[in-house]
Every structure is written in C-alpha cells, then in structure tokens.
C-alpha cells in the first residue's frame, strides 16, 4: 500500500511511539571501557590526543573500577604502559608487571567487574612491534609461545578474558592451549580478529608509546581495502578457539561488523578506536558538532551494524548519557 494510505511519518510522530518501533537498543551493558595504566604513583596525565582519556597509575584503579560498575559498565580492558621497554618484551609476562598489578588492583575493588586484557608485545618492546623482531622482519611463529606467556600471566593476576590484539597466525589455538594446560580453562578469550592496518590508531600509539621505530604494522593487520579476507581471519580463530571475536577499528568498518555478525553466531565486538575518539571530541570541542547526540548516534549505529558490545574511550560519558 502506497502513500496516502501508507504514511510513514505516522510511526515517528512522538517520542512514545518511536520508542514503541525502534529496532536497535543500546545500554551500558553493551560498553566495555579502555583503561591505560602505568607504573608510578597517583598519576593521573591526560592523553594530549584523546582529551579526557588519563594514564593512570594502579592506585588510581579502585576509583575507576567503582566507576565503571556504578554506571552499570559491566567489563574493562586493560592496557600497559612500563617503565622499560626491551628487544623481548619481557615486561608484558612479569608476574609484577603493570598490568598483572593492575587486574589484582581492580579484582580487588569490584570483584564482579569483568577485566578484560589486551595481550600483546607492542606497548613492551622497544621496537614497537607486535611479534619478536630478526632484523626488519616480524616473526610469526617464535612470537606465539610470548604471547601465550603473557596470556597465562593475566590469568593468573585474575584476568577473566584476555584479548591478543597481535594478529599472529595461529596465536589463539596457542594461547588457548597454554591456558588450557595451565588450568585455566575458563579464562576466555576475546580475539582481535579482524584487525586492520589502520591510521585510526595513531592516538592510541601516543598514549602507550608503541608506535613501530621501523616499518610498518602492514604484514600482520589487514589490509582496509578487504572484505573476504575478514570472514578468513574470524573463521580460522573461532575454530582455535576464540569466545568472542571483535572487528577493529568500528566507526569506518560498519560493513565488516555486519558481515562478520551474518556469517557467524558467536559474540561480536566492535572497538571503536582512538582516532574515532579524537575525530569526535575535536570537532566537538569546535562547536562543530552535538558532543552527546554524535555520541549516541555513533554507538547506536555500531549496534545497528551488528555487534554485542563496543569497546569504546565513549563508555563512562554514554553511560551516562544512557542511563
Ligand atoms: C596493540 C593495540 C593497538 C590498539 C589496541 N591494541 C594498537 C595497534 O595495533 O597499533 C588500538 C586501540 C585504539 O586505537 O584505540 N596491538
């Protein structure tokens, strides 16, 4: 039936009936919050590129995490930042590193917050490089017993999922066999899985001082022009054993979420990146845009596009906004 019988504007007349046919729902339940810790002391130094994103010192942690769970958040990822970066990232599997301090911290504060961590050797190695480096190259295999290292060491601090941004071939049947071997069978894990060689990320390299010191991140991330290649990469992890699989960076890769969400039925996660943020707050900050509708609207298009949870720099402020 065809206009004038059929008036759309009927179906968004008021705000009580445009709730009544919405089709996407978004809730803090669906946020997960990035926090960046570093070693030290009552440090609390905002990030020059992501405005009112901190490097927090673990001290600094029982506040945040009470935080996040008063505002309904239900899970937070960690970052590292150590004091010594080295050739074998030795710092990211210390028992008494940064992180491992961090996760015992949060615990701690609020048991029932999920603590999620980011495994990989980018933010502890001195060349700043996600695998071992020989020379200019980036070895895959070598790297994997590393990674599965650093993954043991998180769940043994209390990590309740760990999440390798990597993006070595075969590193989540490796970690989840080390994890496994090491009784930690209901450690879970969330793969970066469709991870793409990005710009988006530049802030995040600001905050953490992980930018490579040669080359690039092309021969391991993807390549942004592809499309089939991300329902590879999801495949191939979910058989090795991924729980969750996410689609990195969100706001620009919207048809990967969606295709990635129709071709499989396990949780899909999208993190909408540093660069985002800074995209949206600089603007903002300029009066360009509405600070909390582009907020909203972004998050909401991100459930739209198909994923169970957001990892987003947004998640206490959409918190509130939501709530
Ligand atoms: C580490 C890692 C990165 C991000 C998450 N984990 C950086 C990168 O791969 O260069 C990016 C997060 C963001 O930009 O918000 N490998």
């Not at 970690?175 to 930690?184: A, M, N, Q, V």
């Not at 987003?312 to 509130?320: D, H, I, L, S």
């Amino acid at each position: 039936m065809s206009f004038p019988t059929t008036r759309m504007r009927r179906l968004r007349a008021s705000e009580t009936i445009r709730r009544m046919v919405r089709e996407t729902t978004i809730s803090p339940d669906n946020l997960v919050y990035p926090i960046f810790v570093q070693e030290g002391k009552e440090i609390e130094e905002e990030i020059k590129s992501m405005p009112g994103i901190f490097r927090l010192s673990a001290d600094k942690l029982a506040k945040e995490a009470k935080e996040a769970k008063a505002l309904g958040i239900p899970a937070v990822i960690l970052f590292g930042i150590p004091e010594k970066k080295d050739e074998l990232a030795s710092e990211s599997y210390n028992p008494n590193g940064i992180v491992q301090l961090a996760i015992k911290e949060i615990k701690n504060a609020v048991p029932d917050l999920q603590v999620i961590t980011d495994v990989c050797i980018c933010e502890y190695a001195s060349h700043g490089h996600c695998g071992v480096v020989r020379g200019e190259e980036i070895l895959n295999d070598p790297t994997l017993p590393v990674l599965a290292k650093v993954a043991v060491s998180h769940a043994k601090a209390g990590a309740d999922m760990v999440a390798p941004s990597d993006m070595m071939d075969g590193r989540i049947g490796a970690i989840r066999k080390e994890l496994d071997e090491k009784g930690f069978i209901n450690t879970g894990i969330i793969s970066y899985a469709v991870k793409y060689a990005s710009a988006f990320y530049g802030p995040f390299r600001d905050a953490c001082d992980s930018a490579p010191q040669f080359g690039n991140r092309r021969t391991y991330q993807m390549d942004p022009a592809n499309r089939r290649e991300a329902i590879r990469e999801a495949e191939l992890d979910i058989e090795e054993g991924a729980d969750i699989i996410m689609v990195k960076p969100a706001m620009a890769y919207l048809d990967i979420v969606r295709e990635v969400r129709d071709a499989f039925d396990i949780p899909v996660a999208a993190y909408n990146v540093s660069g985002e943020y800074a995209m949206l707050v600089a603007a903002a900050e300029r009066g360009w845009i509405d600070r909390d509708r582009t907020i909203v609207e972004l998050l909401t298009n991100i459930r739209r596009a198909g994923a169970d949870m957001i990892f987003t720099y947004f998640a206490k402020e959409a918190a509130k906004l939501l709530g």
